[in-house]
């Protein structure tokens, strides 16, 4: 995926410098002052302002700041794209500006503040739906992905450790291999708990409790009564499944503890909350995902990812091709954080995954586009950002080549989807499956199968597809796609965000 894994590259001043306070100040001036902003979160590559009025914001001034790669509105946020060296500048920002517009419950303060404001139709309802959901999975995957990327690569290379072609370095029953499996395996075995904690802060709930109630669905004793019965009332038969790996329940009971954590503080006395109100929601919300909510989430979970695969299997080539093609859109927009879940829910329930298979292609296409215009410019700082950002894209973040280089001369962004394109059809042709997170060139360990380290057949395939997603938009860009003499763009149109509506005025 195209943010699943970062590599620390500073792309118009270099590595050495640390002191980002001035262009903090000028990003900050640049959003309208401290005044006009809400809440301030960031992801692998943006900071994601809440804004009170985005009409203040002088976007070009900020798109021309040393150090800021483009400026993109989605998802009700306003986001200044960064780059690999976002955490530096939005600690600068948070420095500029106080500690408490870094408290990303604010987001659904602000969301229903602004919903209240408008006038929304039916049709609204649902774009505000769609838009609010994306910043859930937002705020609560994106604080995790770098380290599934990097469980999964450690599974990986143990399974490369492991395979008989190599004389088996590492014997599965050795010590050093329980221990590095643990390693790698830990962030997929507790992720409900992690994904409660952030899901959590996002919704405005308490963090730690709703991690207790991951780790009550992950408790060995519990996981030891997979696919027993917990109740039978008559015909009803509530069973126990495996809650390891899983997202969707857990983002669900995030959302009723904050409920009910806000419900119980209404009527409980104080000096009773601090006992009573972590036992109440815990046995609550524990009893209605386990016997509920839980199991049917996961049987839909499972219907998702085995209708996924059916249908990528079916349609084979042609599906590789259209979601090669146009994957990196999603991108644009910021709306391939909706993607993540489903990557998440096909490994937990099968173990594998089809779609981030040919995903991977669309990272190495656009990093090879990039590349393309590497070599071939003659302009000495457009090279360094262009090596910069294919370098990146080949581990796995594009944002910083697309919104740095790509979209600015539109074809470089048009050969890379060719590349794709081209990438996820043989991907696709040949039902390439992937095992972990980590994707493009520096993901090939995700191409070998845990369970079975001698079967390669799937890391040729990677080799096969990323060699064509390399090639093809290489030579597209170089022969078509870029020369000096084109002029740098704007990068793209003003995007149209999820659930953008237009204020009603009076």
């Not at 937002?138 to 770098?146: D, E």
């Not at 643990?182 to 997929?188: E, K, N, T």
């Amino acid at each position: 995926m195209g943010f699943l894994i970062s590599v620390r590259i500073n792309y118009r001043i270099c590595l050495a410098q640390k002191d980002y306070s001035q262009l903090a100040k000028a990003i900050v001036a640049g959003v309208g002052g401290k005044e006009n902003i809400d809440s301030l979160i960031h992801c692998i590559t943006r900071l994601r302002f809440y804004l009170k009025d985005e009409s203040k914001a002088q976007t070009e001034t900020i798109k021309a700041l040393d150090g800021v790669i483009n400026v993109q509105k989605a998802s009700g946020q306003y986001q200044v794209v960064i780059g690999n060296q976002v955490t530096a500048v939005y600690d600068a920002v948070i420095a500029e500006i106080g500690a408490d517009f870094a408290d990303e419950d604010e987001t659904a303060q602000v969301v229903a503040k602004t919903k209240r404001k408008q006038n929304l139709t039916p049709w609204g309802h649902v774009k505000e739906a769609f838009s609010q959901l994306i910043g859930v999975i937002t705020g609560a995957m994106s604080p995790i992905v770098g380290i599934l990327a990097a469980g999964g690569i450690l599974k990986g290379v143990l399974a490369m450790l492991t395979m008989p072609q190599l004389g088996a370095l590492v014997s599965q029953k050795s010590e050093f291999y329980i221990i590095l499996s643990a390693m790698g395996d830990s962030v997929f075995y507790f992720l409900p708990m992690l994904v409660g904690f952030t899901a959590a802060k996002k919704l405005k709930g308490d963090p730690v409790l709703t991690a207790v109630i991951g780790g009550v669905l992950v408790h060995p004793s519990l996981v030891a009564l997979n696919g027993k019965s917990l109740l039978e009332i008559g015909s009803l038969n509530f069973p126990m499944v495996n809650y390891t790996y899983s997202i969707f329940p857990m983002i669900l009971a995030a959302w009723l503890v904050a409920r009910l954590t806000k419900w119980v503080k209404n009527w409980l006395p104080g000096y009773l909350q601090i006992i009573f109100t972590p036992l109440i929601v815990i046995a609550v919300v524990a009893a209605i995902t386990l016997y509920i909510t839980g199991p049917a989430i996961i049987w839909l979970s499972n219907g998702l990812a085995f209708g996924i695969q059916f249908l990528l299997l079916k349609s084979g080539w042609l599906s590789g091709l259209l979601i090669g093609g146009f994957y990196q859109v999603l991108v644009i927009f910021g709306l391939h954080w909706g993607i993540l879940p489903i990557i998440a829910n096909d490994v937990a329930t099968s173990g594998h995954s089809y779609l981030n298979a040919i995903l991977s292609t669309t990272m190495v296409a656009q990093g090879a586009a990039v590349l393309a215009v590497a070599i071939k410019t003659r302009k000495t700082a457009l090279k360094e950002l262009s090596f910069a950002g294919a370098i990146s894209a080949f581990c796995g973040v594009t944002e910083p080549a697309i919104y740095g280089i790509n979209l600015k001369y539109k074809r470089v962004f048009i050969s890379g989807l060719i590349g794709s394109a081209a990438g996820g059809f043989v991907s696709g042709l040949l039902h390439g499956n992937m095992f972990g997170f980590a994707g493009s060139w520096i993901g090939f360990a995700s191409f070998l199968d845990p369970k079975h380290p001698a079967d390669l057949s799937n890391l040729w395939i990677f080799i096969a597809a990323s060699a064509v997603a390399t090639i093809v938009p290489f030579i597209v860009t170089y022969v078509w796609g870029y020369n000096d003499q084109m002029q740098e763009g704007q990068g793209m149109a003003k995007p149209q965000k999820p659930g953008t509506t237009k204020k009603v005025t009076a």
